[in-house]
């Protein structure tokens, strides 16, 4: 099983700044790689597919980064309603797995 | 637009079967180009994808190997929807239950474009 491992697990920004998370796969999983955003008591919602493609509806300020084992998520200027969880999923091997997340909070 | 509704009791008893239905308006259970999901969040586990089921001339089914003994994902054609039945809980399989849609064949329908809104469900006598 490929282990998904987020950094950090928490991140403090403020409203306007922008934000750098990671993403490291335990093993290449190519350009595979998923990521998601979830806010509390709703489902995950697709950011990014592909490592770099944004999902329908999904503003420019997301962009995905990265191959094989390292892969980045990129908010640029943070808008309130960005405040959230964000997870990575790798989509390149069974069984499909996800990070444990990075929180994204006010500063 | 795809929309997932999901159902079912959200309090199971140790040792019995948690059963849990999707139904899907705008796509077709039996579309040749979606395949459909559960996924559950724990504290202790996190996202944890449980399996799938999709249709290409027959029905095919992936499992996780931590839950495949003991899950079945089926769909229902007359009703476009998919149901997920986990046999033999224990309080371990309380967590939030989601059934979600994989629409873009980039990676093989392995990412998740669409999701039910959740279901809380509890496994305590």
């Known amino acids: 099983e490929i282990v998904m491992t987020q950094s950090p697990a928490t991140l403090s920004v403020s409203p306007g700044e922008g934000a750098t998370l990671s993403c490291r796969a335990s093993q290449s999983v190519s350009y595979n790689l998923a990521w998601y955003q979830q806010k509390p008591g709703q489902a995950p919602r697709l950011l990014i597919y592909g490592a770099s493609t944004r999902a329908t509806g999904i503003p420019a300020r997301f962009s995905g980064s990265g191959s094989g084992t390292e892969f980045t998520l990129t908010i640029s200027s943070l808008q309130s309603e960005d405040f959230a969880v964000y997870y990575c999923?790798?989509?390149?091997?069974?069984?499909?797995?996800f990070g444990g997340g990075t929180k994204v909070e006010i500063k | 637009q795809v929309q997932l509704q999901q159902s079912g009791p959200g309090l199971v008893k140790p040792s019995q079967t948690l059963s849990l239905t999707c139904a899907i308006t705008g796509d077709s259970v039996s579309s040749n180009r979606a395949a459909w999901n559960w996924i559950r969040q724990s504290p202790s586990r996190g996202l944890e994808w449980l399996g799938r089921?999709?249709?290409?001339?027959?029905?095919?089914?992936d499992y996780a190997v931590s839950v495949k003994s003991r899950i079945t994902i089926n769909a229902d054609t007359s009703k476009n929807q998919f149901s997920l039945q986990v046999n033999s809980v224990t309080p371990e399989d309380t967590a939030v239950y989601f059934c979600a849609g994989s629409t873009d064949s980039s990676d093989w329908y392995r990412h998740f474009d669409y999701w039910g809104q959740g279901t809380l469900v509890t496994v305590s006598s």
């Open positions: 999923q790798q989509c390149d091997n069974w069984p499909l797995t």
């Open positions: 089921t999709y249709y290409r001339s027959k029905w095919y089914n």
